[in-house]
């Protein structure tokens, strides 16, 4: 078994070194495998989103307790990613992979082993660190697999393991809710969370290491990133549309809470987005071929917009279903295009940090945007946040729109 596994680890080829940005190239069927840890890694991480939330509601917290809650995924991320991106480009992969896989499991042991919603708070801020250690090496090493000719390709496989993620994870979180309690969720989250260390200790080299920096020693910072004008427009429209995805994911158990619909039922909405961002990720590789990535990204922005002006109208669980497959079709799209441009518009030596300020920037509105809508909501209601989200995608398409052509026309690396 063992030996088979190692049939797939990468062996250092000279010939392709020096024209691939990473080390080390790696044979076609170990993308698989990374999209297996990627899919059961966030599939507990996007399922606690929705056991946190109904666990705080069963626990009596308001709107803007959850805000915060949820706030907290973000706010070491936000302070802390570019960091990790600095320590995953000296390291090799499997350091902060396995840090990250054992550090989201404990976060989930924690409530069950001491129930209450002050245990909650800590468990968000753990499970919002930790999963970058996961994330950023990840996303900065699928970019070197196969050559720049498969760059786009596995970008899209891996938001499409994410999708399917999203599509099972609120839903296992809401039957197991509905069956077992809002505490014992955790644990079968806990065991979700951990499973991807088997494959990562029977491969260790599964994913290549980002390239060696220069040693001229005119590294820069990570100020030099943002500045880059093609960099920061993906960044922040990167943030706006992340924000928009995590809102819904926040802010829908809520409403749907108000609505009398089973945890069961909303789990199953909250999946219909991750469908929806299954299929377009899938269709990706034939649209890139009649629009730019730009201009998929301002239409995927106005889409998410137009769903979520259609939300607060809406009380049927059937139709609110179809609103959350087109919210996937907006939100699905701007991913896997983001993060395959930014490694294209990276300095060589430099991936993982990038990934880190992308990070970075989305957490800012991770962390601002539940605090905020969530106070909006329990001062004005459900529909004040839909329409004042919708207001803010649009003036993210304007933004993309606007600086589309900037980024479209930068050379490949």
């Not at 809401?174 to 029977?202: E, R």
Request: aromatic share 12%; charged share 10%; with cysteine.
């Amino acid at each position: 078994m063992l030996f088979a596994l190692e049939t797939i680890a990468p062996a250092h080829d000279p010939t392709v070194s020096g024209s691939s940005p990473f080390l080390l190239p790696l044979q076609p069927m170990a993308i698989y495998l990374i999209m297996l840890m990627a899919v059961l890694s966030q599939m507990a991480f996007s399922g606690s989103r929705i056991a946190v939330s109904l666990y705080a509601l069963e626990l009596g917290a308001n709107q803007f307790q959850i805000g915060i809650l949820v706030s907290l995924y973000a706010i070491f991320p936000m302070l802390l990613a570019i960091s990790v991106g600095k320590f995953v480009d000296r390291v090799a992969p499997w350091v902060p992979l396995t840090l990250g896989i054992f550090g989201m499991t404990l976060g989930f042991v924690l409530p069950p082993l001491f129930p209450g919603i002050a245990v909650l708070y800590v468990t968000c801020m753990l499970l919002g660190i930790m999963h970058q250690f996961f994330l950023i090496p990840v996303e900065a090493g699928v970019g070197g697999i196969g050559g720049p000719e498969k760059r786009a390709g596995n970008y899209s496989l891996l938001s499409m393991a994410w999708s399917i993620a999203n599509f099972f994870a609120p839903m296992i979180a809401g039957f197991s809710i509905d069956h077992i309690g809002h505490v014992q969720v955790f644990w079968v989250l806990a065991a979700i969370s951990v499973t991807p260390i088997l494959v990562l200790w029977l491969c260790p080299g599964l994913l290549p290491r980002t390239p060696m920096h220069s040693h001229t020693g005119n590294r820069g910072s990570a100020i030099d990133l943002w500045r880059n004008p093609g960099l920061r427009t993906l960044f922040i429209a990167g943030g706006i549309i992340g924000s928009a995805q995590d809102l819904f994911q926040f802010y829908f158990p809520i409403y749907g809470h108000s609505l009398g619909m089973s945890a069961s039922a909303i789990g199953t909405i909250v999946g219909m987005m991750a469908a929806a961002a299954f299929l377009i990720r899938g269709l990706i590789p034939f649209l890139v071929k009649v629009r730019t990535e730009a201009q998929i990204l301002t239409y995927a922005v106005f889409i998410a917009a137009f769903a979520f002006v259609l939300l607060p109208f809406v009380t049927n669980a059937y139709v609110l279903a179809a609103i959350a497959f087109l919210l996937g079709l907006g939100v699905g799209c701007a991913n896997p295009m983001s993060m395959s441009l930014v490694y294209v518009l990276t300095p060589h030596g430099r991936v993982a940090e990038s990934m880190g300020l992308r990070k970075t920037v989305n957490n800012v509105t991770h962390l601002i945007v539940p605090v905020v809508f969530g106070t909006v909501g329990s001062a004005f209601g459900y529909s004040t946040v839909f329409l004042s989200n919708s207001v803010m995608l649009v003036a993210g398409g304007f933004l993309m729109r606007k600086s589309g052509k900037l980024i479209s026309e930068r050379p490949a690396q």
